[in-house]
């Protein structure tokens, strides 16, 4: 495949640069449901999409038929609808340079997926299954499902740029519904990485039915948290989710070029001292792994915030061009047939020096906040989620459970309340996808946080 594609760059008409990617995909998804299994599937599919830039517009198109004449009919697709698009563009796209790029990257864990058979998988779910269903006689509900992306890529482009990548990206689901009197709770342990079977060893499933079982019946009888302002320790988990989604979408330069609020904050300070919030490919566990980028592009740790002052957006090569930065190496695709968009990967803060519990005891009244639900962010750093483990701190200590939370506010603002980060970090949001125009597997996390947020539960704090 790499001679093919390498043909098609080299027999390119003068004056187009060419992107050729080449992915193959196998998705294999298990899940149980009160003790039936609902599904055991096995998907393989690949193709190869290529984009190309002519007279300062692109052109994008792929094909599932790999053979060389197939893939100079794509070639000649793309061609086609960059001129068709080009007299349109009010401003002609233009790349930053970048140093080209070869080589074979992995970060498939020791205990590869591809070594273990459907029928491995399936007695997984369905002991996962029986476990939940026999913890305790409150759990009227259970819910186990094992999703699996094994990936194989080559990406190739005109500026010399030939690499091949193998990854894949397991995530575990455990779900206990808990019912006692007319009151019903849920609670969901999951776990996601890159990497192989050893999420089983990360998060062995006894110990996610453990937690699902222990936290969905203490739900039943936990409080509704106090309404208010107030001082919170966020764990890795909620960091992560205010980090990603309040905070990143708006530094990613195709937002920035929009209107986004972290638009002309470059130098600016936007945070506490105690922030500093990177974006990296490289840490192999982090389901944002990426070692090269979509358009062939290297991919490095991006400080987008450095000591609560901003440094960087997030830049696919036009942005970097139209910014006179270079290329962050953002660039992503999910699947074959999509194009790369500005994505993030791994998205976190550094650690501090503080212990989670320094960072507790010198709270009056707060929460502690462990575990982040859905929610929702928009361009202007505002946000709003669910947080389905969450505690109460009183005098220092933590104290009870208390349920139905959401934190809402303005990232940059709980940001710059920040007065300490923990040195406990860990990336700690590897489970399902970010959804931008496609699905795309991300990260991110941090060091226990301490700062201000809006916490909801109860109206008024009754």
Known sequence: MKDRLNKIIDERPDGVHVEARFHHRKKIETRADKGKLQRATVDEYGGVGIRVLVDGAWGFASTSKLDKKNLEKTLNMAVTAAKSLAPSMKEKITLAPIKPITGTFKSVGKDPLADHS???RINLIMNTDKQLR???????????YLREYQNHKIILNSDGSEVEIF???????VRAVAHEAGKIMPYMAAKGICGGWELFEISPPEKMVDEAVEKSIKLLDAPLAKGGKNKVVMSPGVVGIICHEAIGHTVESDFVLSGSVAKGKIGKTVASEHVTLIDSGEQKNGSGWVPVDDAGVEVKPTVIIKDGIMKSYLHSRFTAKYYDVKPTGNERAFEYDNEPLIRMRNTYLEPGDFTKEELIEAIDFGYYL????????????????GITEAYEIKKGQIG????????????FEVLQSVDGVGKDWQLDMGNGHCGKGQLMKVDGGGGS??????????????
């Open 370 to 385: 462990v575990k982040p639900g859905g929610g929702q962010a928009d361009s202007s750093a505002e946000f709003m989620f």
């Open 134 to 144: 026999e913890a305790d006689e409150k759990i009227k509900g259970t819910f186990v």
């Open 449 to 462: 946080t301490r700062a201000f947020a809006l916490v909801s539960g109860d109206i008024g704090g009754k």
């Open 118 to 120: 459907i029928e491995e």
């Open 167 to 173: 990854d894949s990206t397991p995530d575990f689901y």
């Open 400 to 411: 009870q459970m208390v349920k139905n939370v959401t934190i809402t506010g303005n990232a």
